[in-house]
């Protein structure tokens, strides 16, 4: 038995869960003291935000619908100047990381209090990290006064997000947890989130693939995305964020897809170093290995296994392997720019995780 050592930092936000929770959004506005609340969403869920604004009635002082991935400057630049001229005292968001993005890089500028209402899995809402695109660079930050103040969970908002999206968003968030149990300043309270978190969505995205309207499938899902969102906002990431982020960035692939099939090669790629961890992801899947139990449970629910089939080219696999060995990084096996190459060419073909001498 080891003696325990650690800092666990709890962050302040209040969350309101359940169906038919969007029912309490006039209430959890004036909680946060706010009267005039700016709406925020994308353009595709243009309906849902005219809807939350009808909702909120001459508590909304107006509605910025053009939201969209990557945080453009000039976005956030746009949508901060509609917030100071219509006077809003809080933001809104309703979405998923996207249109949660956008929020944050307006508070980050104006400290408005943000309540926000996620519909997909990327567990955006539960951490003080900020991203914004400038010059097509991403520049991302962690600033408190960007984490939401008040979340609400609404299961029912989920039921319209498709079944693939359901699926590698669900996959995101289990690879915040995934990486979290083997963090460097992993605790035992965000182990034990993770944990609960993987087995959670294990669990409910095969039913929500059986049928996408299942709203206690949806709840379970939604559930487990919160509690992997709490552990990307309490402890650091390693290998499988750092790829995701360099080479998915760099060659422009979508967020959720690019996690879903990397996450089984960086298990693999991390499995000698972090049997602990390991051993935990696999208990949470029902599986006997972390790696190889993770690729089965994308095949399972029908999500993308190889790079090649969202738009990665074989002639840049090189280009990503030098990118992403370039800025050193913590994790725990370490990081060898030819073993790396080997890894992005497993999840170009979508091969079995493989078995390393490490
Ligand atoms: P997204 O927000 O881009 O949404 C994907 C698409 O799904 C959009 O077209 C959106 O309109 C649509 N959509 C969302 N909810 C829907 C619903 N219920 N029904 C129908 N359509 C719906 O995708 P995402 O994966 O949620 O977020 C990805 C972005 O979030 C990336 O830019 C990523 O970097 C960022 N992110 C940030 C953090 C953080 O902590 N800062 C964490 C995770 C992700």
Not at 38 to 44: A, D, G, H, K, W
Not at 226 to 243: D, F, P, R
Not at 253 to 259: I, N, R, S
Request: some cysteine; proline content about 6%; hydrophobic content about 45%.
């Amino acid at each position: 038995m080891e003696s325990l050592e650690f800092v666990y930092q709890a962050r302040a936000s209040r969350v309101v869960f359940g169906e038919g929770s969007l029912n309490h959004l006039e209430r959890e506005v004036l909680a946060l003291n706010a009267e005039r609340a700016l709406v925020i969403c994308s353009p595709e869920q243009k309906d849902t935000g005219a809807h939350i604004a009808q909702r909120l009635g001459q508590r909304c002082a107006g509605l910025f619908d053009r939201a969209v991935m990557h945080v453009p400057i000039e976005l956030a630049r746009e949508a901060l100047a509609v917030a100071r001229r219509l006077n809003a005292d809080c933001a809104v968001v309703v979405g998923g990381g996207s249109a949660i993005g956008l929020g944050k890089a307006i508070a980050l500028e104006s400290e408005l209090p943000i309540l926000a209402i996620p519909t997909t899995y990327s567990g955006s809402e539960m951490t003080p990290i900020f991203g914004i695109t400038e010059a097509s660079l991403k520049r991302t930050g962690t600033d408190i006064k960007v984490l939401p103040k008040t979340v609400i969970y609404d299961p029912t908002l989920t039921t319209t997000l498709p079944v693939g999206l359901s699926v590698t968003s669900g996959i995101n968030a289990i690879a915040h947890a995934a990486e979290g149990l083997y963090a460097r300043d992993s605790n035992p309270v965000t182990s034990m989130m993770a944990e609960e978190g993987i087995s959670a969505l294990a669990e409910a995205l095969p039913a929500i693939v059986a049928d996408p309207s299942d709203v206690a499938a949806r709840s379970k899902a939604l559930y487990g995305s919160w509690l992997c969102g709490i552990v990307l906002g309490n402890v650091g990431m390693a290998l499988h964020h750092k790829l995701c982020h360099t080479v998915g960035g760099s060659f422009n692939l979508p967020h959720a897809p690019t996690h879903t099939i990397i996450l089984p090669h960086a298990l693999a790629y991390n499995r000698n170093a972090s049997p602990e961890a390991m051993k935990r992801i696999a208990r949470a899947l029902k599986a006997a290995d972390a790696a190889t139990g993770m690729h089965e449970f994308a095949k399972e629910v029908g999500a993308p296994l190889s790079l090649k089939d969202i738009g990665m080219r074989q002639d840049d696999l090189d280009r990503a392997a030098d990118i992403a060995a370039s800025n050193p990084y913590w994790n725990p096996q370490p990081v060898d720019r030819e073993k790396i190459r080997r890894l992005l060419q497993d999840a170009f073909d979508g091969a079995q995780p493989r078995t390393w001498a490490l």
